[in-house]
């Protein structure tokens, strides 16, 4: 069973800093996709940015430059830390895992909510301006 565990959430003004923390038990070390997505009221899900067990990236263009996702392994915990936070970021923040595509040869992860089978309770990111 994948548990996934946010954590790290706040307030925060305009250009403010966060990392938010997911703690991770239950999936499997190869193969998978884990990462950061966010819903705002009234919007639909969408992703932040994602990795893959061999530590590729994928971000979305609102997240690049200003999000750095990253893992821990030894502690089984997923980072996102957040700089140059914007009014606009205002969101729940989801982490969630899933297992990784196959085509062409290898293995790859899209930053698409289907692809993600297993979902934290997720954490309020709100910055003011």
């Known amino acids: ?3 996934l565990v946010e954590s790290g959430g706040g307030s925060v003004q305009s250009g403010g800093s ?13 193969n998978y996709c884990i990462g950061w997505f ?9 992703g932040v940015a994602v990795i893959d067990s061999d ?9 690049k430059g200003r999000f750095t996702i990253s893992q821990d392994n030894a502690k089984n915990t997923l980072y996102l830390q957040m700089n140059s936070l914007k ?5 729940m923040y989801y ?3 899933g297992l990784a595509y196959y085509g062409g040869g290898y293995y790859y992860c899209i930053i698409q ?5 297993y979902w934290g309770q997720g954490t309020q990111v709100t910055v003011s301006s």
């Open 38 to 46: 966010r819903q705002a009221p009234g919007k639909e899900r969408e």
């Open 18 to 30: 966060l990392r938010l923390s997911c703690a991770a038990s239950g999936h499997t070390r190869r």
């Open 87 to 91: 009014p606009e970021d205002t969101a």
């Open 1 to 3: 069973q994948v548990q």
């Open 55 to 63: 530590g590729g990236t994928t971000y979305a263009d609102s997240a």
């Open 113 to 117: 909510p289907s692809q993600y089978s």
């Open 95 to 97: 982490c969630a895992a």
